[in-house]
């Protein structure tokens, strides 16, 4: 699933989901309480920084068990909290957990300022790859100087709320939010109400642009204090990689799969232009963004309709299916268990069914947003998710069961090492579970009779496509505008102009109206303004084809890849068992080795998946005489 699916509870240190670091709003603090907090903690900042230069190895060690332990034990208490805020929503449990997460953003900040001190320090392996992780664990990094700090939190807190509070007022008065008027481009067909969604909901980023370049600053100034030349060398230095290497290396893995997209965007285009003309759609050239269904164009499945092949009906209806089978919300759950005990897992604890959330309350408010946690750090694992009876919560509930036997698979970690190799393995383990959902799957839990032939494949491939492979190019942009604006390559003049550079360059969309520098269309997107890094988004749709085929082959799969489901092989499982309990020990080159036997990422897993789909599209376009490209 993509990020606006899932969230998954992993501990607060590293790559929380929600509890971002040193982010006010996501940790739920007024910007008042959030600045009168940033100097209280800077004060010991400034404390630790008058230390001695001179320590030693073991003095570095003594940290490190101290700040894992001490992390430890402030996770389970932040979890809880967060659980209780998450599922009885009040006054009083916002503030439990606003206190606890602040809680945990002053000894996040104390001991990553801390850790920096040790920089130089020669350790062994396993002690510097913790001192790594604790110094580059802040998202958005605050200055020592206890002013700034204080007006970095405020200039966070005001963008979130910027965002949070965003609406688009019709002319009728009708005012809606984000996901409303979301949902209004999905259905809609009308290009210009279409435009009007559009432009209507980027005015709420304009106020955000001036906010946004002093954070910029401020945070760039807090990177370097920590030791980094800038925030953009920072969020790459969790790779594994050098930061520059890092970034060499997306740009290969877009151009394994850019042949793919630019056939599912010529065809997509030449469909579209069918639809509404040339007058709004060109034959060539980008697409206008505000026809692909959706708010940012990162995904266009919500167009399949407009450009499904003819005859492309599978046949059955899982949703349909699921209704004639007797599946209530629990046993769809014990379906998804199913698939990992057949691969080789054990049961999920009786807590497990006990403590979860698989039914909206009819008593009480709670944050319905399907999560998958970890409690405890060990066994006390959960999914939190109000469950619709529907092929798409189907798929949902295998995936957040993903994140949680990844979590009980690194439970003998130590806490530190808790984690997906990198940011980019969690969401792609999850992913990788539900592209075994396949008919095959469906006919062996006796839910399908028979499974279609080859026939219906492309339009099944197609609809995939439009969501896995359209987002690509969206899910590498974003971090490349970010990485540019903090390394100064973008300045504030060319914020937007810069923005819709990349948009044309990667994805070949362009705004449908006239934009400038007065407005500031990246902040219309969520993870911006919300110091959210996308890069692991990019990551996990890669990754996600390349376990997939990796898994089959173990499994001895003889088929289409994309047709393939490790439902039942135990051989599989156990090789991905391996990888999971390695959590964040090793590299991830190390823990891709395990399942892939390569130490590298590789692309075109994503090309033998939708192999015959390449095909088809290239033989619809040139049938039409399309002119790819843009």
Not at 144 to 164: F, T
Not at 221 to 247: H, I, T
Not at 355 to 374: G, T
Not at 426 to 433: F, L, R
């Amino acid at each position: 699933m993509t990020q606006a699916k899932t969230q998954t509870k992993v501990h607060t240190l590293l790559r929380p989901a929600k509890l971002a670091l040193g982010v006010a709003l996501a940790l739920g603090l007024s910007a008042c309480q959030d600045e009168q907090h940033s100097v209280a903690v800077n004060k010991d900042v400034a404390a630790v920084t008058a230390v001695s230069s001179n320590v030693s190895t073991q003095d570095a060690i003594d940290f490190i068990n101290q700040a894992e332990a001490e992390l430890a034990a402030l996770s389970l208490e932040a979890n809880r909290a967060e659980w209780i805020y998450s599922n009885f929503i009040t006054e009083d449990t916002a503030s439990l957990s606003a206190a606890v997460n602040e809680k945990v953003t002053a000894t996040s900040v104390r001991l990553a300022t801390e850790a920096a001190k040790f920089a130089e320090v020669e350790l062994d392996a396993v002690n510097a790859r913790k001192l790594n992780m604790l110094r580059s664990a802040l998202v958005l990094p605050s200055p020592l100087d206890p002013a700034k700090n204080a007006e970095l939190a405020g200039i966070v807190a005001q963008l979130n709320g910027l965002y949070g509070k965003g609406k688009y007022c019709f002319a009728d008065g009708r005012c809606l939010t984000q996901p409303e008027l979301s949902a209004l481009m999905a259905e809609s067909r009308d290009p210009e109400l279409l435009k009007e969604i559009w432009a209507g909901w980027r005015d709420i980023a304009k106020p955000m642009r001036p906010l946004f370049e002093r954070e910029v600053v401020l945070a760039n100034e807090g990177a370097k204090d920590l030791g980094f030349a800038n925030l953009s060398e920072l969020w790459r230095s969790q790779y594994d990689m050098a930061p520059d290497a890092f970034s060499t290396e997306l740009d290969r893995l877009w151009g394994q799969v850019k042949p793919l997209y630019d056939s599912l965007h010529c065809y997509v285009r030449g469909e579209l232009n069918a639809q509404y003309g040339d007058d709004v759609v060109p034959r060539t050239g980008p697409i206008p963004a505000h026809l692909l269904g959706n708010m940012w164009a990162q995904q266009w499945g919500t167009i399949y309709p407009l450009v499904a092949p003819k005859d492309a009906d599978p046949g059955y209806d899982v949703t349909a299916l699921l209704a004639k089978q007797g599946y209530d919300e629990h046993k769809m759950v014990q379906q998804a268990e199913s698939f990992f005990t057949s691969l080789g897992f054990d049961k999920l604890p009786d807590t497990f069914w006990s403590r979860s959330l698989f039914v909206q309350p009819k008593d009480r408010d709670v944050v319905c947003h399907a999560s998958a946690w970890d409690l405890d750090n060990a066994d006390d694992i959960r999914i939190k998710m109000c469950i619709q009876k529907t092929a798409e919560d189907f798929t949902v509930i295998h995936h957040e069961l993903g994140h949680n036997f990844y979590q009980r698979a690194y439970k003998n970690q130590p806490f530190i090492f808790k984690n997906s190799a990198n940011d980019g393995f969690h969401e792609a383990i999850g992913d990788t579970v539900a592209l075994s959902i396949t008919p095959k799957y469906l006919q062996q839990i006796g839910l399908l009779d028979t499974v279609p032939d080859a026939s219906k494949d492309i339009g099944l491939l197609l609809k995939q496509a439009l969501d896995k492979v359209a987002f690509l190019p969206f899910g590498l942009m974003i971090d490349q505008w970010r990485w540019k604006v903090f390394s100064g390559e973008i300045t504030p003049a060319n914020y937007n102009q810069a923005w819709w550079d990349l948009r044309l360059k990667y994805q070949g969309v362009m705004a449908p109206v006239a934009r400038s520098e007065a407005d500031f269309d990246p902040g219309a997107k969520y993870h911006v303004p919300g110091n959210v890094p996308y890069t692991r988004y990019f990551l996990a749709h890669i990754l996600q084809f390349q376990f997939h085929r990796s898994l089959c082959d173990v499994a001895g799969d003889q088929g289409p890849v994309h047709r393939c489901s490790i439902y039942g092989n135990q051989e599989a499982g156990a090789k991905l068992n391996q990888m999971l309990e390695m959590g964040s020990s090793k590299p991830w080159p190390e823990a891709l080795a395990v399942v892939t036997g390569k130490q590298e990422m590789d692309a075109s897993a994503v090309l033998d998946y939708f192999a015959p789909l390449k095909t088809w599209l290239d033989e619809q376009n040139t049938h039409a005489n399309r002119q790819c490209g843009w």
